[in-house]
């Protein structure tokens, strides 16, 4: 079964507008990691968060985590149609196997 | 620096062939683990190697089975294929130690079975 679980399932919004996903999952973790993955292609990773952080940027990204909710939340700033794409949140247990489990996705439209 | 390169991109096989997918992690790297994503769903873990054995295991048969050579790349072997098979196989590495956290992942090979 699946670990974690991305909500919504689907995203449209207009370019320069901003998005945000969100994950939860069900167990203890060591890592949260975020990844891009354009339709029929590889994941790209977006960014990781230890289980001891709360919040980290990168460039128009920025993820916060909450372990008492298990919950995570991916913002993308000022929104491109480049950025049109599912969204994935993978998690690692806390067993250190570094086995990712995966949730359904989100998928971005960013409309021009 | 070359990232995790993955052959053949696409491939079509028969019911009840068997096929090999191959990986090469990216530089530095020396775990490799397999990922199976069927069309809407997430990855799921196929199953995971470090110094050429097999690691961890998801809840996949045996007829998935791999392989990891002394340079760390790695191939996934389905035997007896279905029609279930078909889908996007992704192949990760990562650097064990403490500042190998973050997972990278390849193109994928697509597989259809026919």
């Known amino acids: 079964s699946q670990q974690g679980e991305e909500d919504p399932q689907a995203l449209s919004i207009q370019e320069g507008e901003n998005a945000t996903m969100n994950c939860s999952y069900k167990?203890?973790?060591?890592?949260l990691q975020w990844y891009r993955q354009n339709s029929g292609r590889g994941l790209v990773h977006l960014i990781l968060?230890?289980?001891?952080?709360r919040e980290k940027h990168s460039g128009r990204l920025r993820v916060t985590l909450d372990t008492s909710k298990k919950s995570s939340s991916l913002l993308i700033t000022a929104s491109r149609a480049a950025d049109t794409a599912s969204y994935f949140c993978?998690?690692?247990?806390?067993?250190?196997?570094?086995?990712?489990?995966f949730g359904s996705g989100t998928r971005l439209l960013v409309r021009p | 620096d070359a990232g995790v390169t993955q052959s053949p991109t696409h491939l079509i096989k028969t019911r009840g062939q068997q096929v090999t997918l191959r990986c090469s992690p990216k530089?530095?790297?020396?775990?490799v683990s397999w990922y199976q994503q069927a069309l809407g769903q997430g990855p799921q873990f196929i199953f995971q190697?470090?110094?050429?054995?097999?690691?961890q295991r998801g809840n996949f048969p045996d007829r998935f089975s791999g392989h990891q050579f002394p340079n760390y790349s790695s191939e996934l072997n389905v035997n007896a294929l279905l029609l279930g098979d078909s889908a996007l196989y992704l192949c990760?590495?990562?650097?064990?130690?403490?500042?190998?956290?973050?997972?990278?992942f390849g193109e994928g090979s697509w597989l259809t079975v026919v």
């Open positions: 167990t203890s973790i060591n890592n």
């Open positions: 190697y470090y110094e050429e054995e097999e690691r």
């Open positions: 993978a998690t690692d247990w806390m067993d250190s196997s570094y086995k990712l489990i």
């Open positions: 990760a590495s990562r650097r064990t130690g403490l500042s190998g956290n973050t997972i990278y």
């Open positions: 968060i230890r289980s001891n952080e």
């Open positions: 530089s530095g790297h020396d775990t």
